[in-house]
């Protein structure tokens, strides 16, 4: 083979709520445990193929919802979807909307990220091994351009772009907050794609973020008048249309590819900058997977 032919055989890891990993046609199904040095993830990982690509799914916050966004074990969660093989993540998010064009059921491609997150670990690397990786376009162009296509195929209701601002929570924003985050051009809000989509970068992951709208934040005028009733009809529909999408993408990213052209595969590679005879063994120990490549 030479080197201008693809030579990467993906396995796509999605990441989201029960309803993604509830697919219909995935073949082979397995649930697998993943130990990681950094811990235990948020569950075992669902495995199999769908449309004949390898594919992984986990439950950002396990099964039956028992973990908060602060709780998650984000570096073992990137981690473990790293060492069954994935190369690409895509990450489904349910969000509240800063904008009154992205309205309840609207699906945001996001592209940008604030993190106002303060209470959780954001990088795999420290001291005895420190590593500065850019993250200056934290989404993969080439997912991000897969994940529209399909989008529009099915003609859902999506949008190209945006900046999803990550808060800490668990209680949702004051109405100042809101109004806040909707000045600085934001489009949405959660509570779970940071650190993730640093970490993903860290470790070398092609990542994108489908944030899936239920409700518009407090500063939106009628607010107050969304039923849980209400939201959880938007919650399920979103599912549908989560799983609708990524029936469609997966073929497409599945086939042979070679270097991602953005570079996320290869993102740590001028990153490191402790001389390697100051490197800490037992944290290099703990890279095995994640700085595999730059490490050796």
Known sequence: MTQTEPSIQPMIGLIGGSGLYDMEGLEARRWVKVRTPWGDPSDEILTGRLHGVPCAFLPRHGRGHPTPPSALNYRANIDALKRIGCTEIISLSAVGSLREDLPPGHFVIVDQFIDRSFAREKSFFGTGCVAHVSVAHPVCPRLGDALEAAARKLALPVTRGGTYLVMEGPQFSTKAESELYRAWGCSVIGMTNMPEAKLAR???????????????????????????????KVLFSNADKARALV??????????????????????????????????????AKLDVVAKRVLG
């Open 247 to 284: 029936q469609h993408v997966v073929p497409t990213l599945g086939a042979k590819r070679g270097p991602c052209p953005a570079g996320c595969d290869r993102a740590l590679e001028h990153a490191l900058i402790t001389a390697p005879e100051k490197r800490d063994p037992d944290l290099l």
């Open 202 to 232: 860290e470790a070398e992951l092609c990542y994108a973020t489908v944030a899936m709208v239920t409700d518009f934040d407090c500063w939106h005028p009628d607010h107050d008048a969304v039923t849980v009733d209400q939201v959880v």
